[in-house]
């Protein structure tokens, strides 16, 4: 059975510290998905990773891929409060297909306090 | 110009009742999907279909029956609803081609009582 992983799980980080969420996945999987939930909201598509060795930023964020161990993190550089939300890491379903649905891990709920 | 929409966004409803959630995107997407949030934010795949065609049935209970018109709706009917039946409902649709990126509808919290 396909298995997505994150921790932490729960995540209480202050204003201007830096943090990582770690996803393990166990598929062959060149590719993975961040998205980000807001409490009460749809999920928002944060970055698509496309291969091994791939890392995108956008803003305070940076994700990476290393699909040969399997793992995927998502850097939080000086975390600001707007930053508060659940990130959800998925890969496809059927590996490197398309059009394929995704199986999620369960989230990581990240409050950034004062 | 909404995307992927749902209505209705709140459904409140008795044990035993049957009630639908419709889908629809305008995005020209060729696949449409369901996806159940429960209450501890765990998502989980339930159906997925690709021009119309049912794909993918994730050990659903036949209770849940999709159905898509066209390949811009997929709408969701529930039979005999229970307790274990209350989440969030989102629908997504993905375009064709061998990315499976999601867009997802702004989902429907379906409370069972």
């Known amino acids: 059975e396909l298995k997505v992983e994150q921790n932490p799980l729960f995540l209480s980080m202050q204003e201007g510290k830096n943090y990582t969420i770690y996803c393990n996945y166990s598929?062959?999987?060149?590719?993975l998905y961040w998205y980000r939930q807001d409490p009460g909201k749809s999920l928002e598509s944060l970055f698509v990773?496309?291969?091994?060795?791939a890392v995108k930023q956008e803003g305070r964020l940076m994700a990476s891929l290393d699909t040969k161990a399997r793992l995927s993190t998502l850097h939080i550089t000086a975390a600001v409060h707007d930053l508060s939300a659940t990130y959800f890491c998925a890969v496809d379903l059927r590996p490197n297909s398309g059009n394929t649905p995704l199986v999620f891990g369960k989230g990581t709920r990240l409050s950034v306090i004062a | 110009d909404t995307a992927v929409s749902q209505t209705p966004k709140y459904l409140v409803t008795q044990m035993g009742n049957d009630k639908s959630i419709k889908c629809e995107q305008n995005?020209?997407?060729?696949?449409m999907y369901w996806y159940k949030q429960d209450s501890k934010k765990f998502l989980k795949i339930m159906f997925s279909?690709?021009?119309?065609?049912?794909?993918i049935n994730e050990t659903v209970p036949n209770r849940f029956s999709p159905k898509s018109p066209d390949k811009a709706h997929l709408n969701l009917h529930i039979n005999s609803l229970e307790l274990g039946d209350s989440a969030v409902y989102f629908c997504?649709?993905?375009?064709?081609?061998?990315?499976?990126?999601?867009?997802f509808g702004p989902g429907t919290r379906l409370t069972v009582t």
């Open positions: 997504a649709s993905s375009p064709l081609g061998t990315l499976s990126e999601q867009y």
């Open positions: 279909y690709n021009n119309k065609e049912l794909i």
């Open positions: 598929t062959t999987s060149d590719r």
């Open positions: 990773l496309l291969s091994n060795g």
């Open positions: 995005l020209g997407h060729d696949t």
